[in-house]
């Protein structure tokens, strides 16, 4: 019984261990922090609309169930708002300096140093589309968080994103 007892307490041990560790290894910014230009992911179209006025749609991607198809609107050349069913923001995507930035003033342009200063170490790290994306999670998840997309030291993308 004794055994028992101390093999319990010890997987106990372990995991809060274990989670304390994945929990350190994070930035983890805060919901609040996952806006581009006043959107968020989660916000309806319909509220978009109400602040930009009406996007170019952009791209239509039907599917057999409405509420699944994929809608891609654009406001001028550099940003992008992604909607799955034509209701709610998913991603809001830029790649200019037009005045969209994050909460925290973070715009495309800036020296890409501004990002350990404001978020602190990034979650993530990987290449994508032949840009070095440093990723902020909201979650250890990933699910929801920032992307900014470096290349040659500078911000040349920012991405607000919740997965679908």
Same mark, same amino acid.
């Given at each position: ?29 805060? +919901? ?5 230009? %006043? ?46 069913? %034509? ?10 300096? +037009? ?9 495309? %342009? ?9 978020? %602190? ?7 994508? +589309? ?21 290349? +040659? ?12």
């Amino acid at each position: 019984m004794f055994r028992k007892i101390i093999a319990a307490m010890m997987s106990v041990s372990a995991l809060i261990f274990a989670m304390g560790g994945i929990t350190d290894s994070y930035a983890l910014v805060p +919901n609040e922090a996952v806006e581009l230009g %006043g959107l968020r992911p989660g916000y309806t179209l319909e509220y978009m609309e109400s602040i930009y006025g009406e996007p170019t749609l952009e791209k239509y991607e039907p599917c057999s169930l409405p509420a699944f198809s994929k809608y891609t609107y654009k406001y001028g050349d550099s940003v992008s708002i992604f909607s799955i069913g %034509g209701k709610v923001i998913f991603d809001i995507y830029t790649t200019a300096n +037009n005045g969209w930035a994050t909460p925290a003033g973070v715009t495309v %342009g800036m020296d890409k140093s501004i990002l350990q200063k404001v978020y %602190g170490k990034e979650d993530a790290r990987p290449w994508i +589309n032949g840009k070095q994306c440093y990723q902020y999670f909201v979650h250890p998840s990933g699910m929801c968080g920032l992307s900014f997309g470096v290349k +040659n030291g500078k911000i040349v993308s920012i991405t607000a994103y919740m997965d679908q």
